[in-house]
């Protein structure tokens, strides 16, 4: 690789589109309030977030579940909430262009060290540098 990892990183230009992945809808006809299963549905669609960011970066295992212990303490007590549906209808697009720019921060700590392979330190890592970067980052997303 020639250059700055950024450059190869963030070449690709990513414009939000909006998907009817199964895995990324809450099931709205289980009339559940905030079961294991829509938390888990929740916590899939920011680790498929996390890998659009990182494009093409492989993520290991230690990676997805710091990303998952991030989103967790925010997505249980919302889903406490009774209409907690209609408030993932508005913060889903937080959710996603989070874990997308976590995802892409990490890749570029991983292309620093000459990786393909992102790891929980990267993920550490990005959440750090863009802790208080983020303009928006909704009320289901980390601090």
Same mark, same amino acid.
Request: hydrophobic share 40%.
């Given at each position: 690789?020639?250059?700055w990892p950024e450059f190869f990183?963030?070449?690709?230009?990513?414009?939000? !589109?909006?998907?009817?992945?199964?895995?990324?809808?809450?099931?709205?006809?289980?009339?559940s309030d905030g079961s294991t299963?829509?938390?888990?549905?929740? *916590?899939?669609?920011?680790?498929?977030?996390?890998?659009?960011?990182?494009?093409?970066?492989?993520?290991?295992?230690?990676?997805?579940?710091?990303?998952?212990?991030?989103?967790?303490?925010? !997505?249980?007590?919302? *889903?406490?909430?009774?209409?907690?549906?209609?408030?993932?209808?508005?913060?889903?697009v937080y959710v996603r262009a989070?874990?997308?720019? *976590?995802?892409?921060?990490?890749?570029? *700590?991983?292309?620093?060290?000459?990786?393909? !392979?992102?790891?929980?330190?990267?993920?550490?890592?990005?959440?750090?540098?863009?802790?208080?970067?983020?303009?928006?980052?909704?009320?289901?997303?980390?601090?």
């Open positions: 690789m020639f250059g990183v963030d070449r690709v230009v990513f414009l939000p !589109v909006q998907r009817d992945d199964p895995r990324e809808q809450c099931d709205a006809a289980s009339g299963r829509d938390v888990q549905m929740i *916590l899939e669609t920011a680790l498929s977030a996390v890998a659009r960011g990182a494009r093409g970066a492989r993520i290991d295992m230690s990676a997805r579940m710091s990303v998952q212990e991030r989103f967790l303490p925010k !997505v249980r007590p919302a *889903l406490e909430k009774s209409d907690w549906r209609s408030d993932w209808q508005q913060e889903q989070f874990a997308e720019a *976590l995802g892409r921060q990490a890749a570029i *700590l991983a292309a620093w060290d000459r990786r393909t !392979v992102i790891t929980r330190q990267d993920i550490d890592d990005a959440a750090r540098k863009m802790c208080g970067y983020m303009p928006i980052a909704g009320r289901w997303c980390p601090p």
